[in-house]
């Protein structure tokens, strides 16, 4: 079936997009004091949402649709609810890409490098959760919890300040 091929590599375009997009955040933000670099960067981050990762979205999300069309009875099943609203909320995601993007273009974004490797992991863990049902066409609540709470554990020690952080704040209070 072309157009279920077309939706797969569609996808695979727009997670590509979803995983590298905040890692030029990244690397935006930890250099920012390097202007010609973070010139070149605003560049790739234009080009990578608008050219490569709004198309595939779109692509994906439109051949998704045919697909459900052609067989509306995926519909009645849970599993594929479930991953429509996930597909929701990696929309929401995609979106955010783009107001983070235009904040760093215009100078006024106030997250962190950290920030942005933490929020890198989101798009993994609903990647993760749509791949396995619709391959297993249910709802392993167990796995589905088990593999939530591990990339919840992930974010959380990306995003803690790091010792070297404390130990400077802590020092800080104690020369008051």
Request: glycine share 4%.
């Amino acid at each position: 079936m072309p157009i279920l091929a077309f939706h797969v590599i569609s996808m695979v375009s727009w997670m590509a997009v979803l995983f590298y997009l905040p890692r030029l955040y990244v690397y935006h933000q930890e250099h920012k004091q390097k202007k010609e670099f973070v010139e070149v960067v605003k560049i790739q981050e234009f080009k990578l949402y608008k050219y490569i990762g709004l198309p595939a979205m779109w692509a994906t999300i439109f051949s998704g649709g045919y697909l459900i069309y052609l067989n509306p009875d995926l519909l009645s099943q849970n599993w594929m609810i479930a991953k429509l609203i996930l597909l929701v909320s990696l929309t929401a995601y995609s979106f955010s890409l783009e107001f983070f993007r235009k904040k760093l273009e215009n100078d006024e974004c106030t997250k962190s490098g950290k920030f942005f490797r933490a929020y890198n992991e989101v798009p993994t863990l609903i990647s993760i959760l749509i791949i396995t049902f619709v391959i297993v066409k249910s709802i392993p609540v167990g796995f589905s919890i088990g593999i939530t709470l591990f990339f919840a554990f992930v974010i959380y020690m990306i995003a803690k300040p790091s010792k070297k952080v404390e130990d400077i704040k802590s020092n800080k209070n104690s020369e008051i």
